[in-house]
Each structure stands twice: as C-alpha cells, then as structure tokens.
C-alpha cells in the first residue's frame, strides 16, 4: 500500500494538509500517476517526467492538461516545505471541472549496493496491462504482483504477454545483453519509462547499439546478461529469471550503462 509521509502537499500549486490530500484521492477515478525521484531536493529528470505525465492524460481521453510551469512550482513548493532530502515524489492527476495535479512524497525504497554488486532474483507471470504506453494504478494488477513477489520472493516480477514475448517489469523496463548490445522491447509495447530513454539515449551517444524488437520468453536463455531500470532502480543488474541465471553485475556492458546513467543523473543534479 502506498505510504504518504508529508505533511505538507501540493495542489495546483497550493499548499493542503495530508487530511486534504487524502479526501482529495478517493475522488481520483483516473488514477493517472507519475514518479519523481528527488536527490538532494533537486527532482530528477522533471521536464521527461511532464511530459510522459501530458502522454498518459492524452492516451487515457481524460479531460484537462497540464502547464509546465505550474508543475514545476508545485514541484518546488513541496520540496520547500517538507524536509526530504532523498525521496520520491508522486504526482497524480485527475479532471474534476478542472484538472486536479496532487503532488505528494511517499515511503521510497530504494536497492542496496550488495543487489548492484550481486543483481536481483525476478520471476515471471502471464499479466498484461490495459495500455503499456499509459502510466495509471490498476489495484488488482498490484495485487496480483504483490502477491507473486511474496510467493516467489522477487524483487520484480517480469511480465509475459499472451504470446509468450517479454515486454517489461511490473514497475520496471528490462533490457538485455548479446554480444555487447542491448536489446528491449518496441517503445509500442511497454510503458516508456524515463529511466529507459536515458539509458538509450546515452548509450547510443557512447557507441552501445540499442535494437528495439520482440523478445520471446523461449530465447531468454540465449542472453549473456539483463538489467532493469526505473525511477528508484536506476540500472539493477538481474541475476536471475525463474531459474535462468545471469553474470549481470559482472557484465562490462551492463557496467558501462550504469556508469553512463549515473553520470547523467549527476549532470542533471547539479
């Protein structure tokens, strides 16, 4: 279950109580959502998140838009006047005669060193969502992944379409390794995180090649390593999937994208 930890939270660029907040999300029924990582109290990536938030508003015909503007003081004031220093912030969206922009720090988990050094157990199931290009809350698609991580002991769950081709994570994207490139599934088939186009775009600028195509589950097998990204995740090496087993975190491809990502993130922060 989500976990508000701030007192003070946003609308529309105003302050409102934690009390207010909560009233105001029951009568969210878009469940439009972004998350923001905040290091420093410096947001990461806002622009790229803005404009996947204006994405999923326009794919999901949900009235109403967004101003940038706005969005980054609302961004601002809440990091003002909250004391987080290394957190993430979620925004959420819905149109109530006029569009509703409730920002809002949650509890933010993020992976210890040891699983950068190791990579991380995920395991699979056969779960679609209803539009991968749409960033929206499904409750019984959580549960259904809550419930799988605690039966296998994931740390993610890898999603398998009906066709038995690998899209992405439940809250994550994935990309593999063959022969020192990368390679992920078609933008039209996941949910087009930002983490993700970092990582594409500045391993196509140091020379890694990145092909988009179908990954089918039977040739998982065939990989030399894996990785997932997102906003909490940066780049996680994977050393498991079921019972197939990675040298990800020993991988110099998989090394060289979470040096790059890294280093862009710190661009970004200062």
Excluded at 24 to 46: C, G, H, M, N, Q
Excluded at 107 to 125: C, D, I, L, N
Excluded at 145 to 172: P, Q
Excluded at 198 to 221: A, H, P, T
């Amino acid at each position: 279950m989500m976990n508000i930890i701030s007192n003070i939270n946003v609308m529309n660029d105003q302050l409102i109580s934690k009390d207010e907040l909560n009233d105001l999300l029951t009568k969210d029924t878009a469940k439009i959502y972004e998350v923001i990582r905040v290091i420093k109290k410096s947001p990461i990536f806002l622009k790229e998140h803005f404009e996947r938030m204006r994405d999923s508003i326009r794919l999901s015909n949900v009235e109403g838009s967004l101003n940038f503007d706005e969005f980054q003081n609302s961004i601002e004031l809440l990091i003002k006047e909250n004391n987080f220093e290394n957190c993430n912030i979620r925004v959420s969206y819905y149109y109530d005669n006029e569009p509703v922009v409730l920002f809002y720090f949650i509890e933010s988990h993020y992976p210890a060193k040891e699983q950068f050094m190791t990579g991380v157990h995920t395991s699979t199931a056969k779960i679609n969502r209803n539009n991968p290009n749409v960033k929206a809350f499904q409750k019984s698609f959580k549960e259904k992944v809550e419930e799988i991580i605690r039966n296998t002991k994931a740390y993610e769950v890898i999603l398998i379409n009906n066709d038995d081709t690998v899209s992405e994570g439940s809250k994550s994207n994935i990309f593999f390794v063959k022969s020192n490139k990368l390679v992920t599934a078609p933008d039209e088939a996941v949910l087009l995180g930002v983490t993700r186009s970092k990582v594409i775009e500045v391993c196509e600028i140091n020379g890694i090649e990145v092909v988009r195509r179908i990954v089918k589950y039977n040739e998982l097998d065939s990989f030399d390593a894996a990785f997932i990204t997102g906003t909490s995740n940066d780049v996680l090496p994977v050393k498991t999937i079921d019972d197939i087993i990675y040298n990800s975190a020993d991988n110099d491809t998989v090394k060289k994208a979470l040096e790059l990502y890294l280093a862009e993130m710190r661009k970004e922060n200062n």
